[in-house]
C-alpha cells in the first residue's frame, strides 16, 4: 500500500513530522491511489526549510542489470517524464513573444524515458514559476509490467528527485525553494502529492490514471464546451453582427468566447493579438467604451440570442505599470529587481497574497461576472514570477509565492462558489499552469500559445493532442483555418476554438458559412467522447510521412480520428482497436462516407484513404442482437 510521507528541516535538523503541519488524505474508490497535502500553522519563529511534500520509496522489485554499451531493456527502471510548454520560439514571423515555432511547439508535451540503476537518481523542476513550463509535473515511474504515476500539484514552481534503492525509487518532490517562518496563527498549504501504483503494464496504468483524473480532477464533468471566439478590440457592433450571422447560419457554439483588447481607455482600434496597442492597458478592467460603448451589454445580449454564454478574457497578475490601480495601490504590485523604472509600460506583478489585492481582484470579477452573466472566466498569466516571487521574500524563503499561490487557490474557489456552474480557463501564455490543484478549479482550453498562429501546422497539434490526452481528458485547443477539415478534426478536444472569424480581417462567405456548421455539428456530436478512455494506435511525433490515429471509447462505443498526413506514401493502416469488450462483434461506420469497414473477431480494421492530407472519423458500436454483422 501507498503511504503518505513528507521531511523537512526545522532548523538544523532534517525530521519526517512536523508539530506545525497537518497532513489531509484522499483516498480514490477503485483505484489504488492515494493522495496528501500539508497544512501549516504557524508560530511565528520556526523556519520551515528544504520541504519535501512528498518524500516516500515506492517498492519495485530489484531491476535487471544493463549489460553496459547496451540499451535498456523492459526489466530496467525508467522515469517517463513530459516536457511542458517551452519557451517562446520565434521563427520570423510578426508577434514576437508568441510560440510561433512548428518545430519547438511540436515537442511540447512530448514523452521521455530517463533510466535510472541502483544508486543513480534524476531530477526535474518546472521553469520560471508557472507549473508546466519547461516540465510537465506528471511523471511515470515504470519496470516492466510494474508502475507508478506521480504527480506534484503545486501552480507555483516546483521540483522532483526520484532516486533508485536497492528496494524501490525514492521519490521527493514539492516546491523548488523552502526557508519560510510563518507569522503566528497564520495559515498556508503547499503541494499536493498524488501517486497511483498499476500492475497489468504501462499503457493500462495510463488508462486508469487517465480515469482517475476524470473523475476526481476534472471540472468539465462529462462534457467539455465549443466557443466561438471574436477579438475584444473589435468594435460592439462588429461583434454583434457577427453574431447574429452565426447564429443565422445555424451555427451552434457553447460560448461566445471574447478575448483580450476590450479593457482599458484604448481610443485606437485594436484589429487582432498581434497589434501591440491593446497590450498597454493590461490591469486595466475597465470596459473600453471608444469600442464598447453599451458596456458589452449588447454583446453579452447578441451572444445569449445566439444560445451561448459569455467567456471574458482577464490577466489579473501580470499588469502594465501605467494603469490607474499602480498608481493608486503601489503597495499591490511587485516590481522585477532588475525593472526599469522608467519605463511607464513595464510589467509589474500582483501581489494575491496582499489580502487588499486580493479582495480588489475578486470584487472586480464579481461585477464583470454578474453583469455580463459570464460562464467562462479566461485567466491569462504571460510572464515568468519566479524572480519577482524571489526578490520580494527578503530572506523569507519562497513565502511570496507560497502566499501568492494560496490565494490564487481562494479567488478560484470563492469565485465557483458564488457562481455555481463557472467555468474557469487556466490559460498561461497557453498551458504554462496544467497540474492536479489547477485541474480541479480551471481547465487548459488553450494547451499552448501555438494556437495563436493563424497557418497552424495541424501535425503539430496532433501530437500534443495524442500526448496529453494520454493522461488528461480536459484540454482545449483552436483552429484559425477555414475550408480545412483536416486541420479543424486536428484541433478537435475536450473543449474546442472556434476563430476562423475572430479578428477584423478574417472573412466568412457563405461556403465558409456551410462548412463551419458542418464542423460545429460534426464536434457537438462527438464530444462526449473525449471524456472517455484514450488509446494512442498512430504517430504520437509531428512527422508528416505518418498517420496519425486515436482512439477513444466511452458506454461500450468507440470513436477512431485517423489522419493521413501530406507525405504519408501508405494509403491504408492496420489498426488494432483497444478497449472493447471482448468476444463482442462491432460494426465501424465512417462518418465521412457512411461506408461500414469490417472489424474482425481480434479487434482489428484496416483504414483506408487514397490521397495524402486527409482525415476520417470512425464510429464503433456493438452489433445490435440478431444482427448477421
Avoid at 37 to 51: A, K, P, V, W
Avoid at 217 to 225: A, D, P, S, T, Y
Avoid at 373 to 389: A, G, I, M, S
Wanted: charged share 25%; glycine share 10%.
Amino acid at each position: 500500500m501507498i503511504q503518505p510521507g513528507y521531511s523537512m528541516k526545522m532548523g538544523n535538523e532534517r525530521v519526517s513530522s512536523c508539530p506545525l503541519a497537518h497532513v489531509t488524505v484522499d483516498t480514490y474508490e477503485g483505484f489504488e491511489a492515494l493522495s496528501w497535502m500539508l497544512t501549516f500553522t504557524g508560530d511565528g519563529t520556526t523556519r520551515i526549510s528544504e520541504l519535501w511534500d512528498c518524500d516516500v520509496e515506492l517498492p519495485l522489485a530489484r531491476p535487471l542489470s544493463r549489460v553496459p554499451g547496451c540499451r535498456y531493456h523492459d526489466g530496467s527502471t525508467k522515469i517517463v517524464a513530459m516536457k511542458g510548454c517551452d519557451g517562446y520560439g520565434y521563427d520570423g514571423r510578426e508577434g514576437e513573444g508568441y510560440n510561433t515555432s512548428s518545430a519547438l511547439s511540436a515537442q511540447e508535451f512530448r514523452l521521455y524515458s530517463d533510466f535510472i540503476d541502483i544508486g543513480g537518481h534524476r531530477e526535474y523542476a518546472c521553469a520560471g514559476g508557472r507549473s508546466s513550463d519547461g516540465t510537465m509535473p506528471f511523471f511515470e515511474i515504470n519496470q516492466g509490467d510494474e508502475g507508478y504515476f506521480v504527480c506534484v500539484g503545486w501552480t507555483g514552481g516546483w521540483k522532483a528527485v526520484f532516486t533508485r534503492t536497492e528496494s524501490g525509487v525514492r521519490v521527493q518532490a514539492g516546491l523548488k525553494q523552502t526557508g519560510f517562518v510563518l507569522d503566528e496563527g497564520e495559515t498556508v498549504r503547499t503541494a499536493r502529492i498524488l501517486i497511483l501504483a498499476y500492475h497489468q503494464g504501462s499503457d493500462d496504468g495510463a488508462v486508469r490514471f487517465r480515469r482517475l483524473i476524470t473523475r476526481h480532477f476534472n471540472i468539465l464533468g462529462r462534457v467539455g464546451f465549443c466557443a466561438y471566439e471574436s477579438w475584444g478590440g473589435l468594435t460592439s457592433d462588429t461583434i454583434t453582427q457577427r453574431l447574429r450571422a452565426i447564429q443565422a447560419h445555424g451555427i451552434r457554439c457553447d460560448m461566445s468566447w471574447l478575448d483580450a483588447g476590450w479593457h482599458g481607455d484604448n481610443p485606437v482600434p485594436s484589429t487582432g493579438n498581434f497589434d501591440p496597442e491593446w497590450a498597454k492597458y493590461t490591469g486595466d478592467w475597465r470596459i473600453n467604451l471608444h469600442a464598447h460603448p453599451d458596456g458589452l451589454q449588447d454583446v453579452r445580449d447578441a451572444s445569449e440570442a445566439a444560445g451561448m454564454g459569455m467567456m471574458l478574457w482577464f490577466e489579473p497578475e501580470r499588469v502594465v505599470a501605467s494603469v490607474p490601480d499602480v498608481k493608486a495601490h503601489p503597495q499591490w504590485y511587485l516590481e522585477w529587481p532588475d525593472a526599469d523604472k522608467g519605463n511607464p509600460y513595464r510589467n509589474v506583478i500582483l501581489n494575491l497574497g496582499n489580502p487588499e489585492a486580493l479582495e480588489n481582484l475578486y470584487e472586480t470579477l464579481c461585477g464583470h461576472i454578474e453583469r455580463l452573466r459570464l460562464k467562462v472566466y479566461r485567466q491569462d498569466f504571460n510572464t515568468d514570477p519566479e524572480k519577482v516571487w524571489a526578490a520580494a521574500d527578503e530572506g523569507n524563503v519562497g513565502i511570496t509565492q507560497i502566499r501568492h499561490i494560496n490565494n490564487l487557490y481562494r479567488l478560484w474557489d470563492r469565485l465557483r462558489e458564488r457562481f455555481p456552474g463557472l467555468i474557469i480557463d487556466d490559460c498561461a501564455s497557453g498551458g504554462r499552469r496544467i497540474d492536479i490543484e489547477a485541474l480541479t478549479r480551471a481547465v487548459p482550453f488553450f494547451r499552448s500559445d501555438y494556437q495563436c498562429v493563424y497557418d497552424f501546422d495541424p501535425n503539430v497539434t496532433q501530437a500534443q493532442h495524442v500526448n496529453l490526452s494520454r493522461y488528461l481528458p480536459a484540454h482545449g485547443a483552436n483552429c484559425k483555418i477555414v475550408n480545412d477539415t483536416y486541420a479543424a478534426r486536428s484541433s478537435y478536444s475536450a473543449c474546442w476554438g472556434v476563430a476562423m472569424w475572430a479578428i477584423m480581417r478574417q472573412q466568412m462567405p457563405e461556403e465558409n458559412m456551410a462548412w463551419l456548421r458542418e464542423r460545429t455539428d460534426e464536434y457537438r456530436e462527438i464530444a462526449p467522447f473525449y471524456m472517455g478512455d484514450f488509446y494512442n494506435l498512430g504517430s504520437a511525433t509531428c512527422d508528416d510521412t505518418a498517420w496519425a490515429v486515436y482512439e477513444y471509447t466511452l458506454d461500450g462505443e468507440a470513436l477512431v480520428l485517423s489522419f493521413r498526413r501530406e507525405h504519408s506514401p501508405m494509403d491504408r493502416a492496420v489498426i488494432q482497436l483497444k478497449g472493447l469488450e471482448k468476444g463482442v462483434r462491432y460494426r465501424a461506420v465512417c462518418r465521412d462516407s457512411g461506408e461500414e469497414i469490417p472489424v474482425d473477431e481480434e479487434g482489428r480494421m484496416t483504414l483506408a484513404m487514397d490521397r495524402p492530407y486527409l482525415s476520417r472519423i470512425i464510429r464503433i458500436s456493438p452489433c445490435t442482437v440478431g444482427s448477421d454483422k
